[in-house]
C-alpha cells in the first residue's frame, strides 16, 4: 500500500502542516482527525487498515490532515473572536493548499471528506462552506455546533463556521443546488454522545429540504473508534 509523510509550510498559519497520503488511486479524501488530533490518529486507530483492500485497490486515496484545534477553538487563552479567526485560517489552509495538492497528483473528479468526532464537524463544515469542491462527507459521531466554544460571543465569523446557524437562513440557489448533489451522510450510535446533535442538524437540513442521511446504529453503538472503523467499512 502506497503511504507517503507529507510536510510543507503554510502561508495562511504561518508554520509547518503535515499530512499522510495513503493509497495511489481513486476517490480522494481528506480525512480530519478528532479533537487536537494528528494527522497520524487515523491510521493509528486502524481506520486505514480495515478498509485496506480499497486503498491497495485503487479505489480511494486518503489525506489525512493535521488540525490546528489547539490553536483555535481550544485555545482558552486567546478571545473566543480570535479562536473562530484561527479556524477560518485553517479552513483556508485546506481549501486553497490542501485541495489544490491533491488535485495536482489525483485527476479523480470526486473529493470526500471524513472524520470522527470533531472531524465530523471539521468534514460538514468544510463541506458546506465549499460545495463546489467536496462531492461527499462521512461524518462519524460529529457535533456541528461551535457556540460551546465561544463564551457567548458571536459575529458573522462565527455565524459562518456554524452549518446550525447558517444552514437555516441559506437561500442562494448556488449553494443549494450544490447541496442537494452532494452525499452527506451523518453516521451515530445509539448511546453516542453526539446523538441528538446529529438528530437536531438532521431536522434543519430537512426542513431545508436537504438530502442527507441520517444513520443511527443500534447494538449499543457509541462514540469511539471500534464504532467509527464498522462504519469506515459501510460507508467508504
Known sequence: MNREYIKWYSPHLRRDMELLVVGHAGTPLIVFPTSMGRFFDYESRDMISVVADKYEGG???????????????????????????????????????????????????????????????HSVAFALRHPDAVTHCISMGGA??????????YDDTCYFLNPPDFIPNLNDPWYLDRYRAMRLVLATGETDICLEENRRFSRILTDKGLPHWLDVWGDGTGHDWPWWRQMAVKFL
Do not use: M
Open 59 to 121: 479505489q480511494i486515496q486518503a489525506y489525512c490532515v493535521d488540525s490546528v484545534d489547539s490553536e483555535s477553538w481550544y485555545n482558552k487563552a486567546i478571545a473566543p473572536r480570535d479562536r473562530a479567526a484561527r479556524h477560518l485560517e485553517y479552513d483556508r489552509y485546506v481549501q486553497e493548499e490542501v485541495v489544490p495538492y491533491i488535485r495536482s497528483r489525483n485527476s479523480h473528479p470526486g473529493l470526500g471528506v471524513t472524520g470522527c468526532s470533531f472531524g465530523g464537524y
Open 144 to 153: 456541528f455546533d461551535i457556540k460551546q466554544f465561544l463564551n457567548g460571543y
